[in-house]
């Protein structure tokens, strides 16, 4: 079963647009952490913004903010003011503890998201 | 500290060979993740090792693959015998304890594997 969801393959947005990126994610662990990366065509993996399991607020990094359902199991990616340089792929991860020990972080399928001028 | 260093970048080799990736994590981390990222399957985690020791390896898709660490600052993931399908970016990645603030996996520049 898939524990990382995101149902979008591709996106649009105009520039200066926000632009909310999906994510839903499975686990049983209580104790878990949820991230974001950017992978721009370079190639490079790029850490944008934390949220744990047990915190109350959503994260915000800048730009970036993800909007946290925790009973609905979602976390979002929400960029404001989109800009060109956001073009790329974006994965939503997880943190967790399997029964097989220590901790592992597993991604989703990736968005591409494509920003227009 | 450099970030994850991984070698080589690029990778070409025949079908049939063995090929030999090989990963620095940040000093002070305890995990070790292999990923290996292709199109169609995106980012798979492969292996993954806490303080030198294998924790899972049911990512490995076969029995070609096997990964090493013989310390807290070298990891090896060999593939042999190499085929076609085995072509794809292989990442490494680092990172500390738990599953709290500051535990995002620091990722290398990756190898681009292309087997002929």
């Known amino acids: 079963a898939q524990k990382i969801t995101q149902t979008q393959p591709g996106m649009f947005v105009q520039e200066k647009e926000a632009v909310t990126l999906d994510c839903t994610y499975d686990?049983?662990?209580?104790?878990?952490?949820l991230f974001w990366y950017k992978q721009p065509s370079s190639g490079e993996m790029i850490f944008l913004i934390y949220?744990?399991?047990?915190?109350?607020q959503n994260a915000t990094e800048g730009r970036y903010s993800l909007n946290f359902q925790k009973a609905r199991k979602s976390a979002n990616l929400v960029i404001s003011a989109s800009q060109l340089g956001d073009s790329a792929m974006y994965f939503c991860?997880?943190?967790?503890?399997?029964?097989?020990?220590?901790?592992?972080?597993?991604f989703g399928a990736g968005t591409r998201l494509f920003v227009k001028a | 500290d450099a970030g994850v260093i991984q070698s080589p970048r690029h990778e070409v080799t025949e079908m049939g060979q063995e090929v030999t990736l090989r990963c620095k994590p940040i000093?002070?981390?305890?995990?070790l993740f292999w990923y290996r990222q292709t199109m169609m399957r995106g980012l798979e985690l492969l292996i993954y090792?806490?303080?030198?020791?294998?924790?899972?390896d049911s990512g490995m898709p076969e029995d070609r693959f096997s990964a090493k660490m013989p310390n807290a600052s070298f990891s090896t993931l060999k593939i042999q015998p190499s085929e076609p399908r085995d072509s794809a970016v292989y990442f490494c990645?680092?990172?500390?304890?738990?599953?709290?603030?500051?535990?995002?996996?620091?990722f290398g520049q990756g190898t681009r594997l292309t087997v002929v």
């Open positions: 991860a997880m943190r967790e503890a399997p029964y097989t020990g220590g901790f592992k972080t597993i």
């Open positions: 000093s002070g981390h305890d995990y």
């Open positions: 090792f806490n303080n030198n020791v294998p924790i899972d």
């Open positions: 686990t049983s662990d209580p104790s878990y952490g």
């Open positions: 949220q744990g399991s047990y915190d109350q």
């Open positions: 990645a680092s990172s500390l304890q738990g599953a709290g603030k500051d535990t995002e996996a620091f």
